[in-house]
């Protein structure tokens, strides 16, 4: 049987938006899309932008999409958001030069604006066994 391990540390905020601030104030060195999750993405996608493209409209299982095209400071960035519902289907980050993977791409699909998430949906399953090891974060250089 595999060694299994996990890690685990107090959230530092009590939403998901102010745990990004203050844990990435400025940057999505850990996560790529983390942009995404806050109340405003709009804001912080555009901040600091040298340029931005309208490509035109794409399919993304099965839901018609605009898709645009942005650079910024170290990073070129793509997104597909649904034509009718506004919401993303697609992203992909292009990150130029650093000490990361160059690509990342996420899919966007299922949404249910408004559906209640029950809590039980963020406890954490340990596999029975598991080592209990220190959460370290990685110190990444910031791509914005």
């Avoid at 203050?22 to 600091?48: C, G, I, M, N, W």
């Avoid at 990073?75 to 958001?81: A, F, L, Q, R, S």
Wanted: charged letters at 20%; proline letters at 9%.
């Amino acid at each position: 049987m595999p060694q299994r391990f996990c890690a685990q540390q107090p959230a530092a905020a009590s939403t998901i938006e102010a745990l990004i601030q203050k844990e990435h104030p400025a940057s999505d060195a850990l996560a790529p899309f983390v942009d995404l999750l806050v109340a405003d993405p709009y804001a912080r996608l555009t901040q600091d932008l040298s340029g931005a493209l309208l490509v035109g409209q794409s399919t993304i299982e099965a839901v018609i999409t605009d898709h645009l095209a942005f650079s910024g400071n170290g990073v070129d960035w793509e997104i597909g958001i649904g034509s009718k519902d506004k919401l993303p289907r697609l992203m992909i980050v292009h990150y130029r030069g650093g000490e990361r993977p160059p690509t990342f791409m996420a899919t966007f699909s299922d949404w249910k604006p408004g559906a209640p998430v029950p809590a039980a949906t963020f406890n954490a399953v340990i596999p029975k066994g598991a080592v209990k090891i220190e959460f370290k974060l990685p110190v990444l250089q910031q791509s914005k």
